[in-house]
């Protein structure tokens, strides 16, 4: 069998496509990464891989000139849906959705043998739902995809509401978004409400800010602005007095009250230049519970992609696998979608089986205690590769794959403050912020909104919660009074001592935490591997 010709999409530090060449039968020829730091470490590791950036400007047509007869494309795009619960948000669409649709344009273009699409546990879920647009009509009408009614909040309406519906009205299907607000007016307006409890700071921190606010009003033209004109223009005049004031002090609460004002409905204003955007199917635009609403219909991403390739000649399964039951030292639950063509297909398509119960977990002891005599830099600028100065011991079946180099590369850690290290030293193994006593949690806000995962001290003998950004959660090592280091984040996701990460340290660190381990990708891999025709 000649190895599969491979594409890797949304590939990050390559955990996925380094899972899939272990299996000896693929052959990445191509991987799309937009992160400049992800870029490094997966060109270091694969460096025989081209490598393009923005997925959102590849011609899929001359791709596939390019790269004749693609066998498989992986990748995990990010999606996140729409949501009505948050607010802060400055869209109604995430504009992640779009990479979703390119990694379907990816597999309908390019039209591989097979395809495999990673992503979050919920994404078949009600939280990760796509609203119904003019540009999905044809298509979801031909596949006959359920569609759901939705109310959808645009977002709160201060002043004038009835100004707001007939905006939106009559420009729905033509939106300039001139008359909006430059985006940090948003960031300056958060940071005066955090300081707005103490008329000290905040009067510090207005102080620093007061030219920039009048920078940003001088350039909006209100005048010329159809939209604000009216109304809303007292607003501006009453902010724009209250910061010009020169003989008299600033009127605060005249500031906050007109701030408030403008970015709230700047937002909402926003979120509506979606509906030109995303060209969406609405209808029953409302005023209601001191917001704007509309109404549309939705779709499940999931059913979407099943009904569109099943139609094209694919047997297709999916469902939620965890790392743990294949042989990472983690829980890390996934949703995993397999495609293959039926015409090569030798063995009913099912999803891979777990080839570890609970009481054969690979835990944390088993992933990083041989490290442990080793000292970790804390400083970039210091950082050496870490010779061993004996071989290591490969007792068990994971060292004898994660142990692959006498030379230790990214053992690097944070720095550690002394409120950290009082922290550290008090909290035993499987304990978290949660179990510090009050006068150890003073410098949080909310200390009672902090998650169990926050300060954890891990436990030897268990798989570790599922790695995200684990300098940012300041994971304790389980016997020692220090964050764990990137290569012990990488260990537990299964990251060969042998791969290198590339970029500062909080980018090394969110590099291992996007990753696909590499043992369940090398999992899916031989799977696949199993039930197809492998005599071409």
């Not at 530090?13 to 191509?30: D, M, N, R, T």
């Not at 979120?271 to 609405?282: G, P, W």
């Not at 959660?473 to 220090?482: A, G, K, Q, T, V």
Request: glycine share 4%.
């Amino acid at each position: 069998m000649k190895n599969l010709q491979t594409i890797d999409l949304f590939a990050g530090a390559g955990g996925l496509s380094y899972g899939f060449l272990q299996s000896k039968k693929c052959e990445v020829k191509l991987a799309v990464e937009f992160d400049k730091n992800a870029q490094l470490t997966y060109k270091e590791n694969h460096p025989y891989v081209d490598m393009l950036d923005d997925i959102n400007t590849i011609d899929f047509k001359k791709l596939r000139v390019e790269y004749n007869n693609v066998d498989l494309i992986i990748g995990g795009p990010p999606c996140q849906g729409f949501s009505n619960a948050n607010r802060q948000r400055n869209y109604i669409i995430s504009p992640k959705n779009q990479l979703v649709k390119k990694y379907i344009e990816a597999v309908d273009t390019l039209n591989p043998n097979i395809f495999v699409m990673e992503n979050v546990k919920t994404i078949a879920s009600d939280k990760h739902k796509f609203i119904y647009s003019k540009n999905d009509e044809s298509t979801i009408q031909k596949l006959n995809v359920e569609l759901h009614e939705e109310n959808i909040l645009i977002g709160s309406a201060p002043l004038h509401p009835e100004i707001f519906l007939n905006f939106i009205t009559e420009n729905a299907d033509n939106f300039n978004t001139d008359f909006l607000l430059p985006d940090n007016i948003d960031s300056i307006y958060k940071q005066l409400m955090k300081k707005s409890s103490s008329e000290e700071t905040f009067t510090e921190y207005f102080d620093k800010k007061i030219s920039s606010i009048k920078r940003i009003l001088a350039k909006w033209t209100i005048d010329e602005q159809a939209f604000w004109h009216n109304s809303y223009a007292q607003i501006n005049r009453r902010l724009y007095l209250a910061l010009t004031v020169e003989d008299t002090d600033v009127n605060f609460d005249m500031v906050k009250t007109c701030l408030e004002i403008i970015t709230e409905t700047n937002k909402t204003l926003k979120r509506a230049s979606d509906i030109t955007h995303y060209k969406l199917n609405y209808n029953n635009l409302r005023y209601e519970n001191n917001s704007i609403y509309f109404s549309a219909k939705s779709y499940n991403i999931i059913e979407f992609i099943e009904k569109k390739f099943t139609k094209k000649g694919y047997s297709i399964v999916s469902g939620i696998m965890n790392a743990a039951d294949f042989g990472v030292p983690q829980l890390r639950e996934r949703f995993i979608m397999i495609g293959i063509k039926t015409t090569i297909l030798q063995k009913e398509l099912t999803m891979p089986s777990p080839s570890f119960s609970k009481d054969q977990y690979i835990t944390i002891g088993d992933a990083i205690l041989d490290l442990q005599e080793l000292s970790p830099t804390t400083k970039l600028d210091d950082y050496k590769p870490i010779k061993r100065k004996t071989p290591a011991m490969k007792t068990t079946k994971y060292l004898d794959w994660i142990a692959d180099s006498d030379t230790i590369f990214n053992h690097i850690t944070t720095a550690t403050r002394e409120t950290a290290i009082k922290r550290f030293k008090v909290l035993k193994q499987g304990q978290n912020f949660h179990s510090l006593a009050d006068d150890l949690k003073t410098t949080y806000t909310s200390p009672e909104k902090t998650q169990n995962t926050i300060y954890k001290r891990l436990e030897i003998d268990k798989p570790s919660d599922t790695v995200v950004n684990v300098r940012k959660s300041m994971w304790i090592h389980p016997n020692l009074d220090r964050a764990i280091s990137i290569r012990e984040a990488a260990r537990l996701q299964s990251f060969p001592d042998s791969f290198v990460f590339h970029g500062k340290k909080d980018a090394q660190y969110q590099q291992i935490g996007n990753a696909v381990p590499p043992i369940l990708g090398k999992a899916i891999a031989d799977h696949i591997l199993n039930v197809i025709d492998t005599s071409n």
